[in-house]
């Protein structure tokens, strides 16, 4: 039987417990998981490589999460991308699905609640 190949995330949230709670955790799930608070390394970063799943907060400093999105969008369509958000309006929810996101989750979240959205994330990009 053929080893699935484990899927790429990035995690991009200007607050570094975000990262450090969700690396671990996706880690031991046996996803390669590559973590940024920056926006700008993060932006670098996805123009070097596709990741399967972009995990994105909304506001930051310099590059915002919207321009983030649609960057990440434009380079590699098939990028399911998820957005965490403690600035969750209708709107903006609205204006993420409009440019593509998967899913859409307000802080604060449970482990439990990404770690679902994820799995979600992962039958669609498998196919299943």
Excluded: H, Q
Excluded at 5 to 25: G, H, M
Excluded at 76 to 87: D, K, L, M, Q, R
Excluded at 113 to 120: A, L, P, S
């Amino acid at each position: 039987m053929n080893e699935k190949r484990p899927l790429s995330i990035l995690i991009l949230d200007d607050e570094p417990i975000v990262s450090k709670r969700l690396k671990p955790a996706l880690e031991k799930r046996g996803y390669v998981v590559e973590a940024f608070t920056e926006s700008p390394e993060a932006l670098k970063r996805v123009k070097e490589k596709n990741f399967d799943i972009v995990i994105t907060d909304l506001k930051m400093e310099e590059v915002d999460g919207m321009e983030f999105l649609a960057e990440v969008k434009k380079r590699s369509p098939a990028t399911e991308v998820i957005v965490i958000t403690g600035y969750a309006t209708m709107e903006t929810a609205k204006e993420s699905f409009k440019k593509g996101v998967f899913d859409f989750l307000s802080k604060p979240f449970k482990l439990g609640e990404i770690t679902e959205v994820i799995e979600k994330a992962e039958e669609k990009i498998r196919g299943n």
